[in-house]
């Protein structure tokens, strides 16, 4: 059996900010020194992981290093050396589109015209099948819209607010409900993901010999989850944490997994 070794790049300063996308460098000692002074976890699990692959793939010539096209996985790679490595545009991150850059936090408060028209259709509908009602009916609904209609608009003017009331038709919640399937305003969703990995895919399964992918978070899910077996509705929620890496060997008797946590 050969393995295949899974891994996220190290800590960016993304990661830190808690920004999502984006193309940034490693969290670095310049950076550190500005923020606050604990260590540089980008940089040196990049170290770690060149260690731990230099030993764990000492004997294994042929082996060779994956890598996204973003510089914080290309930077994870750098410090191993002698094995050729390969780029891929498809192991890049899942794209978010008008949202990358933003926290979780700035999508929910930034995007109402993910719910705009929603809200807009919703009101139409209520005018539409009031025609069909009793004359009561037809106030009663339209006084339903308009309550409605007035959230909306308060909503879509004071971004602020819009996390006081229930908003059931918001797009950002309806990541939370279908992540697998909810994509990003000019980006991509899982299900993208998943179906762009398929030539990774089939040259992983061609290779020989053992291959380390350093990739991301939402890529790595889609990728661990066809190797490990899991359903699709479970790939956006697999855990899939920074400085580990998870080895798959893949034999005769099936798939076996072991996962190494090399720092915090
Ligand atoms: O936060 C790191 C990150 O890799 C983002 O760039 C990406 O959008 C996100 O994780 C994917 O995880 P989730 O689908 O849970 O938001």
Same mark, same amino acid.
């Given at each position: 059996p050969r393995p295949i070794l899974l891994t996220r790049h190290g800590e960016s300063r993304d990661n830190v900010r808690g920004r999502i996308g984006g193309d940034?460098?490693?969290r670095h000692l310049v950076e550190v020194i500005v923020t606050c002074y604990d260590s540089d976890k980008g940089e040196i699990y990049a170290k770690k992981l060149a260690n731990f692959v230099e030993k764990r793939l000492k004997s294994e010539r042929a082996a060779s290093?994956?890598?996204?096209?973003?510089?914080?996985?290309?930077?994870?790679?750098?410090?191993?050396?002698?094995?050729?490595?390969?780029q891929w545009r498809a192991l890049d991150?899942?794209?978010?589109?008008?949202c990358d850059g933003m926290t979780y936090e700035e999508i929910r408060k930034?995007?109402?015209? !993910?719910?705009?028209?929603?809200?807009?259709? %919703? &009101?139409?509908?209520? *005018?539409?099948?009031?025609?069909?009602?009793?004359?009561?009916?037809?106030?009663?609904?339209?006084?339903v819209s308009l309550v409605v209609?007035?959230?909306?608009?308060?909503?879509?003017?004071?971004? !602020?607010?819009?996390?006081?009331?229930?908003? %059931? &038709?918001?797009?950002? *919640?309806?990541?939370?409900?279908?992540k697998l399937r909810y994509r990003y305003p000019r980006g991509e969703s899982y299900l993208d993901v998943i179906q762009r990995l398929e030539p990774?895919?089939?040259?992983?399964?061609?290779?020989?010999?053992?291959v380390v992918v350093i990739s991301h978070q939402a890529v790595l899910r889609?990728?661990?989850?066809y190797f490990a077996d899991r359903p699709l509705k479970e790939i956006p929620h697999i855990e899939m944490p920074l400085h580990t890496i998870i080895e798959i060997q893949m034999g005769v008797t099936g798939v076996q997994e072991k996962r190494y946590k090399l720092m915090d």
């Amino acid at each position: 059996p050969r393995p295949i070794l899974l891994t996220r790049h190290g800590e960016s300063r993304d990661n830190v900010r808690g920004r999502i996308g984006g193309d940034n460098v490693l969290r670095h000692l310049v950076e550190v020194i500005v923020t606050c002074y604990d260590s540089d976890k980008g940089e040196i699990y990049a170290k770690k992981l060149a260690n731990f692959v230099e030993k764990r793939l000492k004997s294994e010539r042929a082996a060779s290093i994956w890598t996204s096209t973003l510089q914080r996985t290309i930077l994870t790679a750098s410090p191993i050396v002698g094995f050729p490595k390969i780029q891929w545009r498809a192991l890049d991150e899942i794209n978010a589109g008008v949202c990358d850059g933003m926290t979780y936090e700035e999508i929910r408060k930034n995007m109402p015209e !993910e719910y705009e028209l929603v809200l807009f259709l %919703f &009101f139409w509908l209520i *005018r539409l099948n009031s025609s069909s009602f009793f004359i009561m009916a037809e106030v009663r609904l339209h006084s339903v819209s308009l309550v409605v209609y007035e959230l909306w608009s308060i909503t879509i003017t004071c971004p !602020e607010v819009s996390h006081l009331f229930p908003c %059931f &038709f918001c797009k950002y *919640r309806a990541r939370k409900k279908d992540k697998l399937r909810y994509r990003y305003p000019r980006g991509e969703s899982y299900l993208d993901v998943i179906q762009r990995l398929e030539p990774v895919i089939i040259e992983l399964e061609r290779q020989r010999a053992p291959v380390v992918v350093i990739s991301h978070q939402a890529v790595l899910r889609a990728l661990y989850a066809y190797f490990a077996d899991r359903p699709l509705k479970e790939i956006p929620h697999i855990e899939m944490p920074l400085h580990t890496i998870i080895e798959i060997q893949m034999g005769v008797t099936g798939v076996q997994e072991k996962r190494y946590k090399l720092m915090d």
